[in-house]
């Protein structure tokens, strides 16, 4: 890996690149709808062993395997009924899928942490459908920034958290949802939403005809999980209208004219998700206390709510 990572531009020749460092067991980080992910040979046990020095990442904490088509998931993992049903809904596009794995399937024993299911997903990002079809397997890609802190939705981003552990950034610009994938696993053929995430809890159950379940059992069974994730530096406080002296105010709506910051000074809840990630790198590099104003729950409301309880839960 070289001192200081290329950043290759979404060409032809940049792709190219990206594939042939994919297959040589390097780390490109790559652009998607959602985040820039961090991507390795799914099926190279050295290659996802380097993802998770680089993220400083718990070894229990599973990976997703990104894939260009369908027919690739379905070769690494029985998808159920439901699973099909969404995939046809929501593929390509910000969903991950938690199904059984395949005998023979070949993804290297780290991704899925020991356990007998794989997540899996097809990112929408036209640059990441380039590469991983370019590339031409499956690629294990976790949010490209270290471990429980803020992901990254832009290079700089990238650069900043993670800097010569990553062979190469290849630049797409920045992400248009802002917020990872939702993830659904599925138990004795019910949905089971694992996280939220970029497709809402509504459009999910709209698919399925009916409320999905909710996990409760505590285990990490799909990334995401941890208690503690996608945290700043500085202490955050959550749902506050009246920030303490010194606080960087993030608010959100029109009554916070005030703020500092805003992940969306409309109101809206899809530009607030978009934000989300860039508004808190930004209050972190500031140095000081964050506080954020309360966002609704509705739609992608759950999802950012989500991420900043996990970025303001106490550290281990």
């Known amino acids: 890996m070289s001192e200081k990572p290329e950043i290759l531009r979404p060409s032809d020749a940049g792709i190219a690149q990206a594939a042939r460092l994919l297959a040589a067991g390097e780390l490109v980080a790559m652009p998607t709808e959602t985040v820039y992910g961090l991507a390795g040979d799914a099926r190279s046990g050295e290659a996802v062993a380097r993802i998770f020095a680089a993220k400083g990442r718990p070894a229990h904490n599973p990976l997703i395997v990104h894939l ?15 699973a099909e049903a969404l995939a046809g809904a929501f593929w390509p596009g910000p969903l991950t899928l938690v199904a059984p794995l395949r005998a023979g399937h070949g993804v290297a024993p780290a991704v899925t942490a020991g356990l007998p299911t794989v997540a899996l997903r097809l990112p929408a990002h036209p640059v990441a459908r380039a590469l991983l079809t370019a590339f031409g397997g499956p690629v294990a890609a976790p949010s490209a920034n270290p471990s429980g802190r803020i992901s990254p939705t832009t290079p700089a981003h990238v650069l900043a958290g993670l800097g010569d552990r990553v062979a190469a950034v290849l630049d797409g610009g920045a992400c248009a949802v802002g917020l990872e994938s939702s993830i659904v696993g599925f138990d004795a053929g019910r949905a089971v939403l694992l996280r939220e995430g970029g497709v809402s809890r509504e459009a999910l159950e709209a698919v399925m005809g009916g409320a999905l379940s909710q996990d409760a059992s505590g285990k990490v069974t799909a990334p995401g999980q941890l208690a503690s994730h996608y945290a700043p530096r500085a202490a955050l406080r959550l749902g506050v209208l009246a920030p303490a002296p010194g606080e960087v105010w993030i608010g959100f709506g029109p009554e916070c004219e005030g703020a500092e910051l805003t992940l969306s000074a409309t109101g809206d809840l899809n530009e607030a998700a978009a ?17 954020v104003a309360p966002v609704p729950v509705a739609g992608l409301g759950a999802a950012i709510n989500d991420r900043l309880r996990r970025a303001a839960a106490p550290r281990g």
């Open 275 to 291: 934000r989300l990630f860039a508004v808190l790198h930004e209050a972190d590099h500031l140095g000081r206390p964050i506080a």
């Open 68 to 82: 260009a088509a369908i027919e690739g998931a379905r070769a690494l993992a029985d998808l159920p009924e439901p």
